[in-house]
């Protein structure tokens, strides 16, 4: 009944849509970075509900006309706020592909599970992971942030906690920086643990985490009768880019039995870089690690991965018996173990589709080539300006962050905070280039992030002078 009436039209309006996407992309510099949706159009998006059908062509007609214009802006070379990923045209072809085969990844024995456990292998691979180690691709690091908070809980506790709830958790405590993103401690309250049970500690100048600050607070904790479960490092954090010396951590991690987990939603990716992996030396003896596809490594949203090196305790934290999910020897029901034995979620779309295609086509080392080529952009456009009178330099470039802020004499700093938040709101709404801001050493600052495979060193000097522009308006 849903399936086209006329075949030929439908492929017709299809090579339309494709021909379309690829225009899209290929012209994207030819398009304004972002632009801000029309009350017109925003109140045609909110019609009641459709109750009769309309065709296909005037449906892909509004698509055009009140979708299109409006996206995020990501795919274009000068969108550099907070940290978004640029995709890739094959990523594009694979979501398309993903969606003809409509596969439930959640389990059973067909291609799309063999293509997710692939990729998995890969990344046990990079990062050193041991044979017995599991992993999943999830909707992005937030939710693996959440996986790896639950896994240690296990852990600590046992698999009962399952059954029982963590009236037993009281005194266990975890520990990171305050640099670390908002979604540890978002896994922390909806865990059960409570936000109080981890404790954020102080950071140095470059904003990474000393191993004497947790090993101060552990013993402490220790004395006063609490219980210290987990340490949560970063490998480049949101802010600043900034990556903890994480061979210190894991060392006091093992000293102290702390479950060891590394947030690296993008700055992970840098193992594939070869003059960036040796900076994460530690990653490798990570109890789990959680990182996005969709930033640094340009898959389409959404599709991020959790890995545990302990794959017993990940599906002791998972896995549920059901008679409608018998597992079997033989036919589509075998395969075992299932992926829903590792997650949340029953039905899970081929998120692995469009990452094995973006792994296959540009390798390891193409990946790797276009990580290095952001971080030489963002030590350039540091440079840049550190020599130009109209801004200052407000941290030192690490990775692929520039935090900076204008310069203007006789300004408070609160009046310099405001013009900062200011220009880059004009920024983003002239259509040249996106930034976003941030707050470094309690000042406003504009924030560059350059996770972007489009970028050129051209568009630099782009976004400084559409900067200066628009701080004079």
């Not at 994207?28 to 109140?43: G, I, K, L």
């Not at 969108?79 to 640029?86: D, I, P, Y």
């Amino acid at each position: 009944m849903l399936d086209p009436r006329d075949w030929e039209a439908f492929r017709a309006l299809a090579h339309t849509a494709l021909d379309d996407a690829i225009d899209t992309l290929q012209h994207v510099r030819e398009h304004p970075v972002w632009q801000p949706v029309p009350d017109d159009v925003r109140a045609a998006l909110r019609e009641p509900l459709p109750r009769e059908g309309t065709p296909l062509a005037d449906v892909y007609r509004a698509f055009t006309e009140l979708i299109l214009p409006y996206g995020t802006g990501n795919t274009h070379p000068r969108f550099f706020g907070w940290v978004h990923g640029s995709g890739t045209p094959t990523g594009a072809l694979a979501e398309l592909l993903a969606a003809t085969m409509n596969a439930n990844v959640g389990g059973r024995d067909h291609g799309a599970v063999h293509v997710e456990r692939a990729v998995i292998g890969w990344f046990h691979e990079l990062f050193g992971f041991p044979t017995g180690a599991s992993g999943v691709l999830t909707t992005g690091t937030s939710e693996a942030n959440l996986f790896a908070v639950l896994v240690a809980r296990t852990k600590a506790l046992g698999a009962e906690v399952r059954e029982h709830g963590v009236d037993r958790a009281d005194g266990l405590t975890a520990y990171t920086s305050r640099a670390t993103h908002a979604s540890v401690r978002r896994a922390f309250d909806v865990c059960g643990l409570g936000g109080a049970a981890l404790r954020v500690l102080e950071t140095d100048a470059s904003h990474r985490l000393d191993a004497r600050t947790v090993e101060a607070a552990v013993r402490a904790d220790r004395a006063d009768g609490r219980r210290p479960f987990m340490l949560i490092g970063n490998a480049g954090t949101v802010d600043v880019g900034a990556i903890d010396p994480l061979a210190d951590l894991a060392d006091l991690a093992a000293r102290e039995r702390l479950w060891f987990h590394v947030d690296g939603a993008f700055g992970a990716a840098a193992m594939l870089a070869p003059s960036l992996a040796p900076r994460l030396r530690g990653i490798e003896r990570a109890d789990s690690i959680a990182f996005d596809f969709h930033k640094w490594l340009h898959v389409p949203y959404a599709v991020g991965a959790f890995l545990a090196r302990d794959g017993d305790a990940h599906r002791a934290t998972f896995a549920t018996a059901a008679s409608y999910l018998a597992r079997a020897e033989r036919g589509l029901a075998g395969g075992a173990p299932w992926f829903t034995d590792y997650t949340i979620d029953l039905s899970r779309g081929f998120r692995a589709l469009k990452v094995w295609f973006t792994i296959k086509e540009h390798g390891a080392a193409g990946l790797g080539a276009a990580i290095e080529e952001n971080v030489r952009q963002a030590a350039r456009l540091g440079a840049m300006i550190e020599a130009d009178p109209d801004f200052d330099l407000l941290m030192p470039v690490s990775l692929n962050i520039v935090c900076f802020g204008l310069r203007r004499e006789g300004l408070t700093a609160a009046a310099l905070d405001e013009l900062n938040e200011e220009v880059v709101t004009r920024l983003q709404e002239g259509g040249e280039a996106v930034a976003s801001t941030t707050t470094v050493n309690e000042r406003r600052a504009i924030r560059v992030c350059i996770t972007n495979q489009r970028t050129r060193e051209s568009d630099l000097a782009v976004v400084l002078d559409a900067l200066r522009r628009a701080s004079t308006r």
